[in-house]
């Protein structure tokens, strides 16, 4: 199974929401990421978890709160959101984080709409 | 502080010719390149790797090549068909462990 998946695909919340993403990867790859993706723009890098431990938090901010229960799951808990946090919430995976050599899974994504 | 472009325009061409796309980065000297092609509301996808140390790395219809005196990297796909039609991201792999991505040059591949 070389698939990354994401739920849900789409998701329209609030501002005063809470609210969950989700990933799951069967790869056995030790090491996860949350992208933030824009129209017309590249992934931006919020998160590296490295066997299941925080290794990158690029300065997002704290109503972004990620989580890795096991070395499968990763999850994007999400409160108190802007507008402008509407965006393509991209997850992906690969064998080990600091080896350029791994090429990265990505998912689906998550379409997020914040109103 | 580190820096990647890519053609900012979009590179319309017609079937069967190549598609040659740029990636020049600053500030930093990646060990490792990757391309991803990505297409419209979906993930990227992984296409190739080149090391530093290597100039070429072809894959089918794909090549990419490696400057490291020149901070560019350039990727062809020969033959080109409209099913081509993508974005396609450059990904110098930085010390920190992290990919960077550029903002992308959209193909478009005209019967």
């Known amino acids: 199974d070389t698939e990354v998946t994401q739920t849900p695909k789409h998701l329209v919340m609030g501002m005063t929401n809470k609210k969950s993403l989700k990933c799951e990867q069967h790869?056995?790859?030790?090491?996860m990421y949350w992208y933030k993706q824009k129209a017309k723009k590249p992934p931006e890098l919020m998160f590296v978890?490295?066997?299941?431990?925080?290794?990158i938090n690029e300065s997002v901010p704290s109503r972004f709160s990620p989580e890795c229960p096991n070395s499968s799951l990763l999850n994007l808990h999400l409160h108190a959101l802007q507008p402008e946090d509407s965006a393509l919430y991209l997850c992906?995976?690969?064998?080990?984080?600091?080896?350029?050599?791994?090429?990265?899974?990505f998912g689906p994504g998550t379409r997020l709409t914040v109103l | 502080s580190q820096k990647i472009e890519q053609n900012s325009e979009a590179l319309n061409i017609q079937e069967g010719k190549t598609a040659t796309l740029t990636c020049n980065y600053t500030?930093?000297?990646?060990?490792?390149l990757q391309w991803y092609r990505q297409d419209p509301g979906r993930g990227p996808v992984f296409l190739l790797l080149?090391?530093?140390?290597?100039k070429e790395k072809r894959k089918e219809r794909l090549k990419v090549t490696f400057d490291t005196t020149l901070k560019q990297s350039l990727f062809h796909i020969t033959a080109s068909q409209p099913a081509d039609s993508a974005t396609y991201l450059c990904?110098?792999?930085?010390?920190?462990?992290?990919?960077?991505f550029g903002q992308g040059t959209e193909l478009s591949v005209k019967p």
């Open positions: 992906a995976s690969s064998p080990l984080w600091t080896s350029g050599e791994n090429e990265q899974f």
């Open positions: 080149i090391r530093e140390n290597e």
């Open positions: 790869m056995g790859h030790r090491a």
């Open positions: 990904a110098p792999y930085n010390q920190g462990g992290k990919l960077i």
């Open positions: 500030n930093y000297s990646p060990a490792y």
């Open positions: 978890y490295s066997y299941e431990k925080l290794s």
